[in-house]
């Protein structure tokens, strides 16, 4: 049974905010907000800075995660192309699938940075505020940005599949 079109449509607004509210503010963070925190201000400001950062854009980007899980599942049972899980029978359901597999290797990355990295860069933050040395701190920064840049490409790459999809 197709659903209703007002419902379908629903469903694609839903998920296509969600992806752009998700990889817009990724991107934004990863051009312009960091490059330019980390050009004008010192270590504490720096870190005082993410900690603001990420104490509002987490929660919107993880409830976007979700709200893409959900639309999604609901697209993906309503279209024609899908033939049932791992069923691969078509182009579509391969890029589906690739899709799928980066997007939850954006997840992981995202789960690492808000619970793993992001709190460890904020002790260290608190070190260098109180006037102690951290000399991972300098490690740390790297791989943060390798990691957001990582997940930027990974969301263009998720973007590029959707498109392939689309076309099949």
């Not at 040395?133 to 599949?161: D, F, M, S, W, Y």
């Amino acid at each position: 049974m197709t659903p209703p079109i007002w419902a379908l449509s629903l469903v694609y607004w839903l998920h296509m905010l969600a992806t752009v509210v998700w990889i817009g503010g990724l991107a934004a963070v990863v051009l312009l907000v960091l490059p330019a925190a980390r050009s004008s201000l010192d270590a504490s400001g720096y870190a005082a800075l993410l900690a603001v950062i990420q104490r509002r854009l987490d929660p919107l980007g993880w409830a976007c995660l979700l709200l893409l899980v959900g639309t999604g599942l609901f697209q993906m049972s309503a279209n024609p192309n899908y033939q049932g899980f791992l069923a691969i029978s078509n182009r579509w359901a391969a890029a589906i699938l690739v899709k799928h597999l980066v997007f939850f290797i954006m997840v992981g990355v995202s789960a690492y940075l808000t619970w793993g990295l992001l709190p460890r860069l904020g002790r260290v933050a608190l070190r260098q505020s109180r006037g102690l040395e951290a000399p991972e701190a300098e490690h740390l920064q790297r791989r943060e940005t390798i990691l957001l840049r990582l997940n930027l490409i990974l969301g263009v790459a998720v973007l590029a599949l959707t498109a392939i999809a689309r076309v099949s």
